[in-house]
């Protein structure tokens, strides 16, 4: 079974630039995360959708960060400003139950 | 806020050896643990899970032993092999999280030849 996509897996930007990520989820996982990884750090969930619906986005720096799934399919983040604190691995995971498979993470630079 | 959190960020064990990677947990009535692998420039990959009710499971050279009593939880890894070289993380299901998960900061395991 084909894992989750991401792409692109390297983004370089300046600051106040936009940027988007998508993520395609393992077929039939109607879960789908979006996580922050910080250098060093455990990666920290920014906003969960169960189907096309947002379950949590409680964590979600909405005044930049924004997501979608229209289709209950795939997803894409969006960072529009981005600061020089976004720099991170963005991380995307599907589950169908239990269990939560990651995708390969975009690395994001923000100059 | 509750968190996982890792007793060492850094392991280093011989070829052959076992290594024994420990994660103590914060919130009592988290009924689900997953142990995660991470290798430099790639995601999480899943390794093994365990449901609060059991107290330890085994799978391919792996063996994850949980203590509810202490909120320990360990990752046991038979014959490390220089494959197994990453930084593990240990994540927590609280409850009422709508299946999310809680992540420790990991700690990263050196396999030395």
């Known amino acids: 079974e084909a894992g989750v996509a991401q792409s692109p897996r390297y983004k370089i930007i300046e600051k106040r630039q936009s940027v988007a990520f998508w993520c395609n989820p393992i077929?039939?996982?109607?879960?789908l995360y979006w996580y922050q990884q910080i250098l060093g750090q455990g990666p920290k969930l920014l906003i969960q959708?169960?189907?096309?619906?947002?379950?949590?986005d409680s964590q979600l720096p909405k005044d930049r960060f924004s997501a979608e799934r229209l289709k209950g399919v795939d997803s894409t983040l969006k960072i529009q400003p981005a600061k020089l604190e976004d720099s991170a691995v963005y991380l995307c995971?599907?589950?169908?139950?239990?269990?939560?498979?990651f995708g390969p993470g975009t690395r994001l630079t923000v100059l | 806020g509750e968190s996982v959190g890792l007793h060492l960020p850094t392991l280093s064990v011989q070829e052959g050896d076992n290594s024994i990677i420990n994660c103590a947990y914060s919130?009592?009535?988290?009924?689900?643990f997953i142990w995660y692998k991470q290798e430099s420039g790639k995601g999480p990959q899943f390794i093994i899970d365990?449901?609060?009710?059991?107290d330890k499971r085994q799978g391919q050279r792996v063996t994850v032993l949980l203590n509810k009593t202490v909120k320990h939880l360990s990752l046991q890894i038979a014959a490390t092999q220089p494959g197994d070289s990453a930084v593990y993380f240990c994540?927590?299901?609280?409850?009422?999280?709508?299946?999310?998960?809680?992540f420790g900061s990991g700690t990263q395991l050196t396999v030395l030849p």
């Open positions: 995971a599907s589950s169908a139950r239990l269990g939560q498979f």
């Open positions: 077929s039939g996982h109607a879960t």
């Open positions: 959708f169960q189907n096309n619906g947002v379950v949590d």
């Open positions: 919130n009592s009535a988290s009924d689900y």
């Open positions: 365990i449901r609060s009710n059991m």
């Open positions: 994540a927590e299901n609280p409850p009422g999280s709508a299946r999310q998960l809680t």
